[in-house]
């Protein structure tokens, strides 16, 4: 089922359809919309959140509906998915569902038993989120967070996985933005060195809070966005369906509800069709989130080779294909980048370290 899904995909992205016989492979799930700190680069600040978790009867009809097509669930959105209550028990239901997840985490709360819990579990991915190399950098990205208190929690996270064999990926990521520039290096050399750690990643910011001038140009549409055909759909804490997680960051409107349509009517809705025959056109710089977007948008020859796998394999190669995309001689057809910024220090917008297999 899941390779006739893909095939359809891959086959409606390459013709430009607007109406999509297929699911997509892959969901951001906004699991709960509470967070412990804040973080001027986050949309939280400007987009008020409730108190609130995914109700169960959501989260069990999107896996439910998206089961049999679906390959993969990133359980973040705008909340600390440790801070939901039954963060447990959601990784365990996609699990029978043969869905796996993924999540990311400010490890404020990733203590000796989540760590052991989480260890024990069937995630198969995890992002530690860590914006500095220093405590100064650090503590103003994440206020709210002690920097040695976060940086010993990950690694006594990474020895515990080191020491149990723990199949889990572990990526430790660092946002590039203003006051860390010139703490990459050493970032990269400080995590690289701790046992239990995969993948090394510092990417760029692409949220528009901290440069409200970036987007895409209108004459930057060269090929269409993977997401209104591939995914990741993202799906609000109470049920609210988006095409993107930018898009709600950007004031997009919802496409539809999962707790009151289908997933196949809320995935052609009239809203996301149009979207498409815009996107198809050439013309995307004219619908006002995606002029404003900040993310990079694949060429689609990368976009028909992540349709050719399974959603896991894909996670696996992500690194080695940013690597050769970023670090090498590569053309740079191959990813649409974003409009120009203020040069950084260093030229490169994600940095990659080498990857260790999971034990």
């Known amino acids: 089922m899941r390779i006739w899904n893909r095939a359809k995909l891959l086959g409606a992205y390459l013709r430009g359809e607007e109406r ?30 409730p108190k609130e978790d995914m109700t169960a009867e959501i989260f069990e009809r999107l896996v439910q509906e998206a089961g049999e097509t679906g390959e993969h669930m990133m359980l973040i959105g705008l909340g600390e998915p440790f801070l939901d209550p039954k963060i447990f028990e ?37 992002t530690l989120s860590f914006d500095g190399s220093t405590k100064e950098s650090f503590e103003f990205y994440r206020k709210g967070a002690k920097f ?23 990526v ?23 046992p239990g750690v995969d993948q090394v990643r510092v990417k760029a910011d692409e949220t528009n ?21 591939r995914g990741a759909m993202y799906v609000k804490h109470n049920g609210d369906v988006y095409p993107c997680c930018q898009s709600y960051m950007l004031d997009g409107k919802p496409l539809g509800n999962i707790g009151q349509e289908a997933l196949p009517v809320i995935f052609n809705a009239p809203e996301m069709q149009r979207m498409r025959r815009l996107h198809k056109q050439g013309r995307a710089g004219e619908i006002d989130i995606c002029a404003r977007c900040c993310t990079t948008i694949p060429h689609p020859l990368l976009v028909a080779g992540s349709l050719l796998f399974h959603g ?21 057809r191959w990813l649409k980048p974003q409009a120009p910024q203020p040069p950084p220090p260093k030229d490169d917008l994600v940095q990659i370290s080498g990857t260790r297999e999971s034990r």
């Open 20 to 49: 999509v016989n297929a699911l997509p492979v892959e969901y951001i799930v906004e699991t709960t919309a509470k967070c412990n700190l804040y973080c001027p680069m986050c949309p939280r600040e400007t987009h008020k959140q």
């Open 90 to 126: 959601r990784i365990e239901y996609c699990d029978r569902h043969n869905v796996y997840t993924l999540l990311s985490t400010n490890g404020t709360l990733l203590d000796a038993e989540s760590t052991e819990r989480i260890l024990q579990s069937t995630l198969e991915h995890i």
């Open 148 to 170: 040695e208190r976060v940086r010993d929690n990950f690694l006594h996270f990474c020895r515990r996985k080191h020491e149990t064999g723990a199949k889990i990926q572990v």
């Open 172 to 194: 430790v990521q660092m946002v590039r933005m203003e006051k860390n520039w010139n703490e990459v290096d050493d970032f990269m050399r400080f995590w690289s060195a701790v």
């Open 209 to 229: 809070l901290m440069r409200p001038e970036a987007g895409h140009a209108a004459a930057d549409w060269g090929h269409p966005c993977h997401y209104l055909w």
């Open 312 to 332: 896991r394999t894909v996670r696996k190669l992500l690194p080695a294909v940013e690597r050769l995309v970023y670090l090498t001689k590569l053309p740079g």
